[in-house]
């Protein structure tokens, strides 16, 4: 499995990086840090056997794909074992959910996962994640008392590998720089 990722401006990374590193002190579950997953929203999962065949694309997102503004509203679940911030779904975000499906979908021997997909894409940045009942709560717990609304700025897009979250090429959005990391 492969994700396209968006990664945020500087502030917004640590912030988000102190709820990760909150939430795993309060809730005992490390499962974020200790796979060193970054903060990121995955815009696209797509089923590939070969990365390989999702460069071309990802590549093609050059010049299509432009920093965009997000506003963080609300900290959420995907029960049971999930909690993350999310943003307020806007113009850009339905853009970046539309242009990124178009760019994969033509992709031979791939599959984009169905929750993925313009229209029923669920933006989120994972806090938590593998968490049982007790650490859930918890983390509900220390989101309730440290997530403040935020607005933030999408800057970078990355191919990533998952377990553990790797990147194997990056998008600079700002300067539309490609560099390939794997």
């Known amino acids: 499995m492969y994700l396209v990722s968006a990664y945020f401006d500087d502030n917004t990374s640590r912030i988000l990086q102190r709820y990760i590193e909150k939430t795993a002190e ?20 797509i089923e590939a056997r070969d990365p390989e065949v999702l460069i071309p694309a990802f590549r093609s997102l050059h010049g299509k794909v432009i920093p965009g503004e997000v506003y963080f509203a609300s900290v959420g679940m995907l029960l049971p074992y999930v909690i993350y911030t999310a943003p307020v779904m806007n113009q850009y975000l339905q853009n970046l959910s539309e242009t990124v499906y178009e760019a994969f979908s033509g992709v031979p021997d791939t599959c ?7 229209y029923s894409w669920l933006p989120h940045v994972t ?51 490609i560099s390939h990391l794997f």
């Open 112 to 118: 984009i996962s169905r929750y993925y997909r313009p």
């Open 26 to 45: 309060a809730s005992g579950n490390d499962f974020m840090l200790r796979n060193n997953v970054p903060p990121h929203m995955t815009v696209s999962q």
């Open 127 to 177: 806090i938590g994640k593998t968490l049982d009942k007790s650490q859930l709560l918890a983390a509900v717990k220390v989101l309730q008392e440290s997530f403040a609304p935020a607005e933030s700025k999408i800057v970078k897009l990355g191919l990533s590998r998952v377990n553990p979250h790797r990147d194997i090429e990056e998008l600079i959005l700002s300067i539309g720089f």
